[in-house]
């Protein structure tokens, strides 16, 4: 377990965030992580960091202030929470965080509005941040998780508490690859694969994608500006990191003003801390005009109605089904983990590096193309091994890129 531990703490500083000398370093998780956070930010002075920030999240607290405070008091975020992200954007710094829920569904009871208005004060807080930092690729991130007890049992309900745990952590380090001793060099040929796909999905100038399977029917719209992106990115100064660990995916930006026809989620995901099941959407010229859900559905309304953007799509991505969380069988509650084992659509906002020239645009051209603006963005998955999914190209044509979930030709 130790040797698991410290390969996966030095892959989310080495090859997640890589953090390089001279760096500020901010790592935020709940407190139940407190230890294996530690570890990461021991990591991270020894790749030379500056300094690190251990931002440490007590959830407990965040459900007594929603169950308690006064409206007014609801969206207040301390000024320091505003500084400090800025002085990483202004400073090309990195943001490691690390999920894993120590008490799942904390929130499921709690007032949908008090929730989103607590994220959204959050989130203009930062704004710079997401919009600059993350959206164009100014500082370092990634994102990894650790096993709790509770979180397992989730994903694991047929185990005992203890078992349930260990089965956890045993996946996480298998999806993650440092089971294996030569785990980065592994992490090395994994992103040859996902580049070569980004490469390919480029050359062939995709017009629009289209997903069929049981209850979808969804054709997706992208501009000629649209560019792919797998694996590692390229920070302020040249430098590769990772942004998501595990990432199996290959992601672009659609035009939002183009989205058309009905989809069905394929798994459950996380909306404000509520778990939100059986989702169908109907888009319609790039908005979702309706939609159904037998859970989460109260919640799913408050989100998407957050800004106008909140109603149409910032990301589309595919996955095929030789995606080790996919073969795992398990569904894990955790978008980071389920997101990378289907295709899927986020709403909200939209990633400007995944535009040719998107970091030099203003607003009114970004618009003009159809790049989303939100205050949110959250993934829904929509495939498993019975959707396939077709691409119309700019030049005419249509090519196959995954059929029954399993991507096709060079793809493979």
């Known amino acids: 377990m130790e040797t698991l531990l410290s390969r996966y703490a030095t892959l989310l500083v080495k090859h997640g965030a890589n953090v390089q000398p001279g760096q500020i370093v901010n790592i935020a998780a709940e407190v139940c992580h ?9 990591e991270a002075y020894k790749a030379g960091a500056s300094t690190v920030i251990l931002d440490l999240a007590e959830p407990r607290l965040q459900r007594f202030k929603l169950d308690t405070v006064k409206d007014e008091f609801v969206s207040l975020i301390p000024k320091h929470t505003s500084a400090k992200y800025q002085q990483i954007l202004d400073e090309g710094g990195a943001n490691i965080k690390i999920l894993g829920p120590e008490f799942p ?34 500082v370092h991130w990634t994102i990894g998780a650790a096993a709790t007890p509770a979180w397992g049992k989730r994903v ?16 996480i380090f298998s999806i993650v690859r440092v089971d294996r001793e030569d785990f980065l060099q592994g992490w090395k040929e994994h992103n040859t694969t996902l580049h070569k796909r980004a490469r390919l999905l480029n050359e062939l100038s995709i017009k629009a994608l289209h997903f069929s399977g049981p209850g979808t029917d969804l054709s997706v719209a992208l501009s000629e500006r649209a560019r792919w992106k797998g694996g590692t990115d390229n920070g302020p ?4 990191f990772e942004p998501n660990i595990p990432t199996e995916e290959c992601f672009t ?36 005009v309706s939609f159904e859900a037998k859970a989460g559905g ?34 894990f509650e955790e978008i980071l983990f389920d997101e990378n084992a289907a295709c899927h659509i986020a709403v909200g906002s939209a990633y400007k590096f995944c535009l040719n020239g998107g970091d030099t645009l203003t607003k009114e051209e970004l618009a003009a193309i159809g790049c989303n603006e939100s205050s949110v963005h959250t993934d829904m998955m929509i495939s498993n091994e019975h959707v396939s999914v077709e691409a119309e190209l700019y030049r005419g044509g249509k090519v196959t890129l ?11």
């Open 34 to 42: 407190r230890d294996f956070a530690y570890r990461v930010a021991q």
């Open 105 to 138: 569904l904390l929130l499921a009871e709690v007032s949908p509005k008090r929730v989103n208005d607590e994220r959204l004060a959050f989130y203009n807080a930062v704004k710079p941040f997401y919009q600059e930092g993350i959206g164009k690729s100014k």
């Open 156 to 171: 694991f309900p047929e185990l005992s508490e203890s078992a349930a745990l260990k089965a956890l952590w045993e996946s």
């Open 237 to 240: 100064t040249g430098q590769p």
């Open 253 to 288: 930006t659609p035009d939002c003003r183009a989205t058309n026809g009905t989809v069905r989620a394929t798994r459950p995901f996380l909306v404000n801390g509520v778990l939100v099941e059986g989702l169908s959407l109907v888009f319609k010229d790039g908005v979702i």
């Open 298 to 331: 109260e919640t799913f309304r408050e989100y998407i109605d957050s800004d106008p953007g909140g109603r149409q799509l910032g990301e589309v991505a595919l996955v095929g089904i030789d995606s080790p969380i996919f073969k795992s069988g398990r569904v």
């Open 402 to 412: 995954l059929k029954n979930g399993e991507w096709q030709g060079d793809f493979r």
